[in-house]
Every structure is written in structure tokens, then in C-alpha cells.
């Protein structure tokens, strides 16, 4: 078992046991006061954040590792597009060769001005997929924002994983929450999951609970949130495998095909109970997140390979016609969640 899967497991099985258990320990203390401390300056106005001429929408979570941002934040900029908004995305760029220290304009909305491997794989996604949006990357939301405003002509941002940016000010505070891992052992990186201590939820206007299960979510789950947070102000997401279509023909891949599933994402089990639900699974391959594939790496896989939307656009570039990409469908009430 690799660090990654032994660091998941610690985050997530209350149970787990290891040696690295005490040092992780140390350094989740000085972790937890470090952001205690930087969020306790924001709130006393301290450090400053600033308010930008656009309405913001920030959707993040509590915790690392994919919870669903992606799909969602891409389901809320097309239902923008319909009510004729001029719309920027603004991603961080993990994972891209491009300098987050300055403004990259990914895409205008119709012309994308650099590959998967620059940008990094969330920001390509959203530029190739959703046409008519415009796609950004900075560490600088602020900066980026005012770019958007001022050469774009955007009146509404949205912040892709932008709930612990507190520097832009947002007018729209949307938290993510896995109904499965939830909070993990609750406790702060690197010994556990959280980014934030639980009082950080304040600053949440809606939480959306990512339903990835088949059944519906039961009343246990939801008292456990609830503790933390308003019912009234919290929204079920049902995500489900939608079709899956091969990435250079568009060809769906029938139902109980054999296939080698392979992602680089944060949270990859449920990738794989995804694919386990429409097809034959006969082997599970996963990297680190925002991992740059290499040709040897997939061509050496034989068969039909099964991956990410997010991990296929870094595969485009490649020559092979065996790799399809599993289409996630979600189901919940963006109007209500963005006007209720």
C-alpha cells in the first residue's frame, strides 16, 4: 500500500492504526491553529477581503480529496447561461505547467488558448465543455475576477474550490459534503481530512450533500450533518453514471463490457463503484490527483479503458481509440439551490 492510500485510509476509517498516526498528530495541531488564526484576522477584518463588480458564487468544501466539485460548478455556470449571464470560472490551476501567480485566460468562451498539460486538467474540462463560459486560472481570485470583469465583460464569477479563498468576497457560499466520507475522523490535515475547523460552516450560505450512492440518503447521515448545520439550508445532489463515450468517436461503450477503469482523482473508489455499476470491471488502476499521464502508461493497457471526463482530456492527445470517458449525471434543483 502506497502513502496515499495509507494517508486516505487514516482520513477516512476511524479504526485505521498507524506509526504515522502520532507525527501526523503534531503537525494537524500546528495545522488547525495556523488556519484557526488566519480565518480569526478575516473575521476581524484584519487581513481584508475585497469585493469585486460581479455577483460571486463560491462552491467548495470542508475537506480535500473530490467531492463533486467539478460537475457541479460546471451544472450551475450552464443554468447561468440560460438566464443570460456573462460567466467566468476561476480555478486555482492545480496540476497546470502555467504560472498561477498572474492571470491565464484558459478559454473566452469560445476559443481555448492552452492545452490540458498548461492549464491542468478542471480548467481545460470546463473550457472545452462549456461552451459560451469563460475560463481562468490564478492563485489570485481577486485579481483574476477584476480581469474577468474588466476585459470580459463578466457579471458573475464562480469560484471553482474557493470556500477557503477568503480574500474575494462572495455573495454566495456553497459547501459540498461526500454523503459517504462526510468529515472523515474529523480531524485537520495531515492526520485527517478537514482544511478548516467545523466553525468555518458559519460562512456557508447552502450545503449540497453529493449523493454518489444508489439508495437515498438515510436520516442517520443527514442528523449528522445537521448537527452542524441549518436543515433548511441544505440540498441533497444525487450523482449517478450517466453514458459513456469513447473520446475520439463519441461511440457508447455497451453496458457489462469488460474494461481496465484508471483515474487520477482525489477520491477514486467511487470512480470505480461507478464503472463496477455499468460494466465489467477487471482491473482498478489510480494515480495522484491532477496526474500528468504519460503515452507509455496507457498504451501498455490492452482492451477498453474506462476514465474520468477530468482525466480524459489529458488522454486526447494520445493515438489510441480504446479509452472512454464515464459521464456523470446530476440530479438537483440549481434554480432553487441558487434562488431559494
Excluded at 116 to 143: H, M, Q
Excluded at 207 to 218: H, Y
Excluded at 291 to 318: C, N, P, R, W
Aim: a positive charge; aromatic letters at 10%.
Amino acid at each position: 500500500m502506497n502513502l496515499k492510500k495509507i494517508i486516505t485510509q487514516i482520513h477516512y476509517d476511524k479504526e485505521a492504526k498507524s506509526l504515522l498516526l502520532p507525527l501526523l498528530d503534531v503537525f494537524s495541531f500546528f495545522y488547525s491553529k495556523i488556519t484557526a488564526l488566519r480565518n480569526f484576522l478575516y473575521d476581524k477584518d484584519i487581513l481584508h477581503s475585497y469585493k469585486v463588480n460581479a455577483y460571486v458564487i463560491s462552491v467548495g468544501n470542508l475537506t480535500t480529496g473530490g467531492v463533486g466539485k467539478t460537475p457541479l460548478v460546471a451544472e450551475i455556470a450552464k443554468y447561468l447561461l440560460t438566464q443570460d449571464k456573462k460567466v467566468a470560472i476561476i480555478s486555482r490551476g492545480y496540476g497546470g505547467k502555467l504560472s498561477n501567480k498572474v492571470v491565464n485566460l484558459i478559454s473566452n468562451g469560445t476559443e481555448i488558448f492552452h492545452t490540458a498539460e498548461e492549464a491542468g486538467d478542471e480548467p481545460y474540462w470546463f473550457a472545452e465543455n462549456l461552451r459560451g463560459i469563460s475560463v481562468l486560472t490564478c492563485s489570485d481570485r481577486v485579481k483574476a475576477a477584476n480581469y474577468a470583469i474588466e476585459k470580459l465583460g463578466v457579471n458573475v464569477i464562480i469560484l471553482d474550490d474557493g470556500f477557503q479563498h477568503r480574500k474575494i468576497q462572495r455573495d454566495l457560499n456553497l459547501v459540498l459534503v461526500d454523503s459517504e466520507k462526510l468529515f472523515g475522523n474529523r480531524k485537520h490535515l495531515p492526520a485527517g481530512p478537514l482544511r478548516e475547523d467545523f466553525t468555518g460552516l458559519r460562512r456557508a450560505d447552502k450545503l449540497v450533500i453529493m449523493n454518489k450512492t444508489p439508495e437515498k440518503i438515510g436520516t442517520s447521515i443527514l442528523t449528522n450533518i445537521f448537527e452542524t448545520f441549518d436543515e433548511d439550508k441544505t440540498f441533497v445532489c444525487n450523482v449517478t453514471p450517466g453514458y459513456t463515450y469513447n473520446i475520439k468517436t463519441t461511440e457508447v461503450l455497451p453496458l457489462k463490457t469488460d474494461v481496465t477503469a484508471i483515474c487520477a482523482i482525489g477520491q477514486p473508489e467511487q470512480f470505480f463503484a461507478f464503472v463496477k455499476q455499468k460494466f465489467n470491471l477487471i482491473r482498478e488502476i489510480s494515480y495522484e490527483d491532477h496526474h500528468s499521464y504519460k503515452y507509455e502508461e496507457i498504451a501498455k493497457l490492452s482492451g477498453k479503458i474506462v476514465t474520468t471526463e477530468k482525466d480524459a482530456v489529458k488522454m486526447q492527445k494520445f493515438e489510441r481509440n480504446n479509452i472512454y470517458a464515464l459521464k456523470l449525471k446530476l440530479d438537483i434543483d440549481i434554480e432553487r439551490l441558487l434562488n431559494g
